[in-house]
């Protein structure tokens, strides 16, 4: 099974940014994001295809959550611009190692998921 390691979360002020990385240490078709809020369940994020850079977003982060892969270190990245208070959440990266027609943005449809990653936002 693919392990997944997650680094780059921390505390950040409202309007600010922040970039996290997931390292995978095997192949994979289908990396993403989730998060969970505090007091709530595991949410989508975001969701990247690695071969051909095809990428999903939830609603809420378009237009300022960025994900991207670097499949020489097996990488993929959050890049998360104009933080909101309600971004707050432990960051999980995840992977999916079938290949499937539509890409994946449901918990269960994924295979592999990291240890996590804080993420705090401040006024």
């Known amino acids: 099974q693919v392990q997944l390691v997650e680094s780059g979360g921390g505390l950040v002020q409202a309007g600010g940014s922040l970039r996290l990385s997931c390292a995978a240490s095997g192949r994979t078709y289908f990396m993403g994001w989730f998060r969970q809020p505090p007091g709530t369940e595991r949410e989508f994020v975001a969701a990247i295809r690695l071969r051909t850079e095809t990428t999903a977003y939830a609603d809420v982060v378009k237009g300022r959550f960025t994900i991207s892969r670097d499949n020489t270190k097996n990488t993929v990245y959050l890049q998360m611009n104009n933080l909101k208070l309600e971004d707050t959440a432990i960051y999980y990266c995840?992977?999916?190692?079938?290949?499937?027609?539509?890409?994946?943005?449901?918990?269960?449809?994924?295979?592999?998921w990291g240890q996590g990653t804080q993420v705090t936002v401040s006024s």
């Open positions: 995840a992977s999916k190692g079938v290949n499937t027609v539509t890409i994946p943005t449901t918990e269960s449809r994924y295979d592999g």
